[in-house]
């Protein structure tokens, strides 16, 4: 048991700007982490996600009925390692493209499939997979969908039996999400923006080579701290349940459980209440980290939008009175 006598509470004052940069797969393709934590959300949002196709990009048989060949239309791409996509939002737009020659299998391996992907150079490119007597749904398998290169993107599959050189049939192309196409909002994802972490609603696929999964990308701005002077009372956002109940017969049973989340809080004496440089952060979105030891290592992070109610009092400094309104619960941190 201690008394704490050396606390601080620091608050988010600005922010620093990082480019795009690759997210880590956490080894279950589920969760991906950067080291650019935690993420604020003070004066922009971050901009993260997993490349895929955004709008557009229909694959259909070449109009001009070449044999083997595709047409794809034009088409916006989340990918922001491809060259020439957008420093800001990661965003590409990719030509339409005609002709696009696909591969057909061998007399006697009749069946293979085409994968139709736009790759790091933003050009539209096909990767044959190996011919064999029947289809797979193992990548990379005989008979199955290739490989693809890492940092391409997938947006449809062609599908030979017939070894004949032909126009490609409508029923030969497949584009079906998540199967035979990669989409940058599949599946869905959520942000834990205090610790980095990018967790998808199901684990990516592992179809590029490696294997390994798509690239995930984050570009956004980290905080800079500053420390709120005569601060006092901190209080953590934390949850808490509670439950209601219904009375039978035989006794009372519970009926149901619900969780709230309080708002975070403090309290601090300012200089005059009116140019205190917190006030001008107030209804942003802000990342607080509050120190038990002003010389330790462990702390804890809020973030939320902040509020205020100053009350200026006869012959007494002004105080200001703050709440948080967080996005998650208070997230501890040993170092």
């Known amino acids: 048991m201690s008394i704490l006598t050396t606390q601080t509470i620091e608050y988010e004052a600005a922010a620093t700007p990082f480019a795009f940069a690759a997210m880590t797969d956490s080894g279950d393709h589920t969760v991906f982490t950067t080291t650019n934590t935690p993420l604020s959300r003070a004066d922009a949002e971050p901009v993260i996600g997993g ?15 070449t044999n083997n060949a595709v047409d794809t239309a034009a088409m916006e791409l989340f990918a922001p390692g491809m060259t020439g996509a957008s420093a800001t939002t990661g965003k590409i737009t990719i030509a339409a493209d005609t002709d696009v020659a696909c591969t057909r299998g061998s007399a006697t391996n ?50 030979f039996t017939s070894t004949a050189a032909a126009a490609v049939a409508s029923s030969e192309i497949y584009s079906a999400v998540g199967t035979h196409q990669e989409r940058y909002d599949y599946p869905s994802s959520t942000v834990d923006y205090l610790n980095g972490k990018l967790t998808f609603g199901a ?24 420390e709120i002077q005569n601060a006092k009372d901190w209080v953590p956002a934390e949850t808490a349940d509670s439950t209601t109940s219904e009375t039978n017969y035989t006794g009372t049973i519970a009926a149901s459980i619900s969780t709230t989340l309080n708002q975070a809080s403090f309290t601090a004496s300012m200089s005059d209440g009116v140019t205190d440089s917190i006030l001008g952060r107030t ?19 809020t973030q939320g939008f902040l509020n205020k109610t100053r009350t200026f009092g006869v012959k007494a400094n002004p105080v200001g009175s703050f709440t948080i309104a967080p996005d998650q619960a208070s997230v501890d941190f040993s170092s």
């Open 51 to 65: 490349y895929g196709l955004i709008t557009g990009g229909a694959v259909i048989p070449a109009v001009s009925a």
């Open 110 to 159: 009749t069946h293979i499939i085409n994968s139709v992907t736009v790759d790091t150079s933003g050009a539209v490119a096909v990767v044959a997979g190996t011919a064999t007597t029947a289809f797979s749904e193992t990548r990379a398998a005989a008979g199955g969908p290739p490989l693809i290169p890492v940092g391409s993107v997938e947006i449809a599959q062609v599908r």
């Open 203 to 226: 684990a990516l696929p592992l179809i590029h080579t490696g294997p390994v999964a798509k690239r995930v990308y984050v570009r956004g701005s980290t905080p800079v701290f500053s």
């Open 283 to 301: 209804g942003k979105r802000l990342i607080f980290r509050f120190k038990p030891s002003r010389n330790g290592t462990a702390y804890q992070l």
